[in-house]
Structure formats: structure tokens, C-alpha cells
């Protein structure tokens, strides 16, 4: 594919935070854009841009007659619908995170069914097994390789909780229409993406809530001390487009940065921007962390897409605290910070 100008495409998850900043994306590029979401995170707010240039319908992707509805016609398929959320989340919620398995088994088979051209799954660096994302040892940090996630082979089927469950068995599914029906498509697992419309259940936008409120002490979950390599969501975008384009096997590429940033790192970032800094910071052990390091090897990404994010850290942070701020008010978010940090 060299043009999107006039292609038709769906994207599942559309007015959600990722799929939203996608669907801008993909109209400014010229494609005729469909947009299927249940609502239950996404926000039609979220669309403000576009909503004028695409189509949206609303619907549960779970029920087959909606997702055979909606991939009619289509020649592209970006399929990001998902009940997720951050660690908070996903962490409290693992029969819903679960139901993923029945959600993209269904939209993967009516895909196929409606001839669609290919088909980009949203996947996620929650595949890969958790033992490979402990403490660094020694002062040697790991970055993750496609092929170290792999449900065939042994020691490489270890995912973080239900939702990286999911996510392999999509991964999986999609790579057996690949090779039974010769469905072109790809599986971009995304690294801990961060960017205006994201909600508080995931951590950048939770320690930027946390300043937000004047928080003191600022609770911080966890020791502070573990890692996420942080991807601005512009960067998610370009990145699933270029794989959609160049990746057609069902195989999966790394989304995301090769850069360990830890989350007091990313905190004091945060009080360095909004001028908030709190008089003392409580590291609450009792709350849930996910995995301790986790960051991309770009090999295969370079090799294949000829990219890597660009946005750094400082930068992104701070388009991210500049929408934040504009978008909300003090009593309204202080009223229901601690529900926002687990209910999307």
C-alpha cells in the first residue's frame, strides 16, 4: 500500500484513546473512514476532529451480526476495540479483560469473511512472559524480542495476566488466518502508550492527575525504582500505519520505545513541568505494579518499518500536561481521583 487517499477502513475502538488520535490520522492521510465503538471507555468527544469525515456506528463487537455489519466494504481493518485500562485496571477487572478472547476471535473471522484486504490487530507488551521483565540484574536491563513470545514454544508463553492472555491468543488466532487463508495482517504490540485523551487508569496520566490536585504526599504506587519504556501516542499511530503498509504475514513487530524511564523519573519530569512538586512522596507497596522493566527491542521494527518513535519523553510529557490541564478542573478531578485511578 502506498496511498490511503479514498481507501476504506474500519477501525474498531475508534473513539478511544488510541483509536481516536488513529482515526485523526488516517483522515488527514485521505482514507474513508469507519469508525465501530461501544462507547464504554471511548467518547465521541474524543472524535471532535473528524467526527464530521467518517462514519461512526455503535455497537458490541462481541455480538457477531454488529461486527459483520461493520467490516462490510472495508479494505483495511485497525482493530483496537478492547476492555482494558491501566495496571489499576486490568488488575481488578479479569473477567472482562478475558471477554478480549471472544471479541477478537469474532471481528478476526468476519474479517476473513468480508474479504477485507488486511488486518492490523492492536496487540500489547503484556504478551511477553513476566519472568523476562524482572528487576535488572546487575545493572543489565532486557529488551524485548518478538520471538520471546510465542504459545508454541516453550518458555515463551508466560503472559501478565488475563489481558496478555488475550492478547496472545488474538496474536494467535490472527497468525492461523494468516496461514490456513492467507489473510494479510500484522500484530503491533504496543509499549505503554501515553497522550492526551488517556484516562487515569494508566500511569503517566495518573501521576499527572495526582500533580494536577496538589497531592501531598503524592502517592506513588509501587518503589518507584521500576521501569516502562514511555510512548507518545502519536508515535503508536505512525507506527501501526507504517505496519499495516509493510507487515502482511500476521507476524508481530514492537510498537514502542527501547528507553527505560522509571516512574519516579517520570514523576519528577511531571513536577518539573507543572511547577507542583509535593513536600513528600509515599511509595505505596500495596498497590498493584504489573511487571517491575519493561522496554522494546527495535531490531526487527527498523528492519521491517524502517522507524522508531521520535517524541521524547520530556516533550511528550508535556503536550500531555498541557492538554490535561486545559481539559479538566481541580474539584471535579480531587472528587474522584481514587475511582479514576481503577475505572476507566
Excluded at 491501566?86 to 478472547?101: E, K, L, Q, V, Y
Excluded at 484486504?117 to 492492536?122: E, H, N, V
Excluded at 532486557?142 to 495476566?161: I, M, T
Excluded at 508535556?318 to 474539584?331: F, G, S
Aim: charged fraction near 25%.
Amino acid at each position: 500500500m502506498q496511498s490511503w487517499v479514498g481507501v476504506p477502513v474500519l477501525v474498531t475502538g475508534g473513539a478511544s484513546f488510541i483509536g481516536s488520535h488513529l482515526v485523526d490520522s488516517l483522515v488527514k492521510l485521505g482514507a474513508k473512514v469507519r469508525v465501530a465503538d461501544d462507547l464504554s471507555s471511548g467518547r465521541l468527544a474524543n472524535l471532535e476532529l473528524s467526527i464530521e469525515q467518517i462514519e461512526f456506528r455503535e455497537g458490541d463487537l462481541r455480538e457477531r451480526s454488529f461486527a459483520r455489519e461493520v467490516v462490510q466494504d472495508q479494505q483495511v481493518v485497525f482493530h483496537l476495540a478492547a476492555c482494558h485500562g491501566g495496571r489499576g485496571f486490568i488488575d481488578t477487572h479479569p473477567a472482562d479483560c478475558a471477554s478480549n478472547m471472544v471479541l477478537d476471535g469474532t471481528v478476526i473471522d468476519e474479517a476473513h469473511r468480508a474479504k477485507v484486504d488486511r488486518f492490523c490487530f492492536a496487540s500489547s507488551a503484556c504478551v511477553y512472559p513476566v519472568q523476562l521483565q524482572v528487576a535488572p540484574q546487575d545493572g543489565n536491563t532486557v529488551y524485548l524480542r518478538e520471538e520471546w513470545a510465542n504459545p508454541f514454544k516453550e518458555g515463551c508463553a508466560s503472559s501478565d495476566g488475563e489481558y496478555g492472555w488475550a492478547k496472545l491468543m488474538g496474536e494467535m488466532t490472527l497468525q492461523a488466518y494468516a496461514r490456513q487463508y492467507g489473510l494479510k495482517s500484522v500484530s503491533c504490540r504496543l509499549f505503554t502508550a501515553y497522550g492526551e485523551r488517556e484516562n487515569e487508569t494508566h500511569a503517566v496520566v495518573a501521576l499527572i492527575a495526582k500533580a494536577f490536585v496538589g497531592m501531598d504526599p503524592y502517592e506513588i504506587w509501587g518503589d518507584g525504582q521500576q521501569t516502562r519504556n514511555f510512548t507518545y501516542v502519536g508515535d503508536i499511530v505512525e507506527g501501526m500505519i507504517r505496519a499495516a503498509q509493510r507487515v502482511t504475514d500476521g507476524s508481530a513487530i514492537n510498537v514502542g520505545t527501547a528507553e527505560h524511564v522509571k516512574i519516579i523519573e517520570c514523576a519528577e519530569k511531571i513536577f518539573a513541568v507543572t511547577g507542583s512538586r509535593p513536600k513528600e512522596i509515599f511509595f505505596d507497596l500495596t498497590k498493584p505494579v504489573g511487571v517491575y522493566s519493561r522496554a522494546a527491542d527495535l531490531t526487527r521494527t527498523r528492519a521491517k518499518l524502517d522507524w522508531e518513535p521520535q517524541t521524547s519523553v520530556d516533550v511528550g510529557l508535556k503536550r500531555t500536561i498541557e492538554w490535561y490541564y486545559r481539559a479538566n478542573r481541580v474539584p471535579d478531578i480531587a472528587a474522584r481521583l481514587g475511582v479514576l485511578l481503577t475505572e476507566r
